[in-house]
């Protein structure tokens, strides 16, 4: 990375309590509205970034190299994936970095870059940013947006259930999401699951991994035509090679009810990978698709899920349509402060 010239100061009616570049950082390491935000063309005051406002600016000047951040500390593992809490050593500010190992041919590694690129390209503020990726040591690394409460699993975790009208603002964030990658950019997410959707202290959920299932699968030495956690495909994608957008809505239904119930919606024996695989398979081949209890949920919200979890995937609902959906705008006059639930119901949050 080439040296950079001194750093360019522009004049802002900065409040005297915030004129420190210290005071920038907060103490999980993200941005709160009135800190400030430093990158290459010089400072700015974050302003109001709820759920509504427009996607990040991207940092710096969108070249991010390993050698230009620290680690921390590893944040999350999987298979042959490791994501670390990395920081910039120029602005200190923090990013995940998301390291996908793969020893493959150069063809493979240029096509398999041409799909990562698709994360760059996103901007929506309910998709985690992608700032950055390259290829480098027999690896792919992705320097994405840190989000600090950690993934919906996570929070699932601790608080077991979420109450319907805190879900309904988690859902809306999450088929917004779904509607943008659909009908804006015609991407299928294929793997959405409680763990690739990401929270932070804002109350701010977002979409992460879409598509990063697939390449891992296509490209390792362990075929895997299935692209994507099994547990929550719809039945078309054991039964058919290929399969639209509205796959997704199958696995957002099920996500929604699990977040609702606090627990998977099958009963599955958990007999080894592959008597699990199958009866997975078999379970949501030929069982009825979950329900939501009328005893338990509103009308609206049973409804959201019917119209989620239908076998069929042309009678779902697609994400424009769950949009207008009244269970998505029920509980608008609430006012649900997602921030404060995240922050004060939840796991702590990633902090140093």
Not at 144 to 167: A, C, N, Q, W
Request: glycine share 6%; aromatic share 10%.
């Amino acid at each position: 990375m080439a040296k950079r010239g001194p750093l360019n100061i522009i004049s802002l009616d900065v409040p005297p309590q915030q004129d420190s570049l210290a005071k920038f950082l907060t103490q999980s390491g993200t941005f709160r509205e009135g800190d400030l935000f430093v990158n290459k063309d010089g400072i700015r005051i974050v302003g109001n970034s709820g759920v509504d406002a427009p996607p990040p600016i991207k940092p710096l000047d969108d070249q991010i190299s390993l050698a230009d951040v620290d680690v921390i500390k590893v944040i999350g593992k999987g298979n042959n994936v490791i994501v670390q809490l990395v920081q910039h050593k120029w602005t200190n500010q923090f990013f995940a970095l998301k390291v996908i190992h793969m020893n493959i041919q150069e063809s493979d590694r240029k096509r398999t870059a041409k799909e990562l690129e698709i994360n760059r390209s996103l901007e929506c503020p309910y998709v985690v940013a992608c700032y950055q990726c390259f290829y480098q040591n027999n690896a792919f690394y992705l320097i994405l947006e840190y989000m600090d409460g950690g993934s919906l699993l996570d929070f699932l975790r601790k608080v077991r259930t979420i109450p319907e009208d805190h879900l309904a603002a988690i859902c809306k964030q999450v088929v917004k999401g779904l509607h943008y990658l659909h009908h804006q950019k015609h991407v299928i997410h294929r793997d959405l699951k409680p763990s690739n959707l990401l929270i932070n202290h804002l109350g701010e959920v977002k979409i992460t991994d879409f598509g990063v299932s697939a390449i891992v699968a296509s490209t390792s030495a362990q075929a895997n035509t299935n692209v994507g956690t099994y547990y929550y495909m719809g039945p078309e994608r054991f039964s058919e090679e290929t399969y639209g957008a509205r796959s997704d809505i199958w696995s957002l239904g099920m996500v929604m009810l699990e977040c609702a119930t606090g627990k998977f919606p099958y009963a599955i024996p958990d007999d080894g990978w592959a008597a699990t695989y199958y009866s997975v398979m078999q379970t949501i081949i030929e069982q009825p698709p979950p329900r939501a209890s009328p005893d338990e949920f509103s009308p609206e919200f049973c409804s959201f899920i019917s119209s989620c979890l239908q076998k069929d995937p042309k009678a779902r609902l697609s994400a424009q349509q769950l949009l207008e959906h009244p269970f998505l705008s029920m509980y608008d006059d609430l006012a649900i402060d997602l921030a404060s639930y995240f922050t004060n119901d939840g796991s702590p949050l990633t902090t140093l």
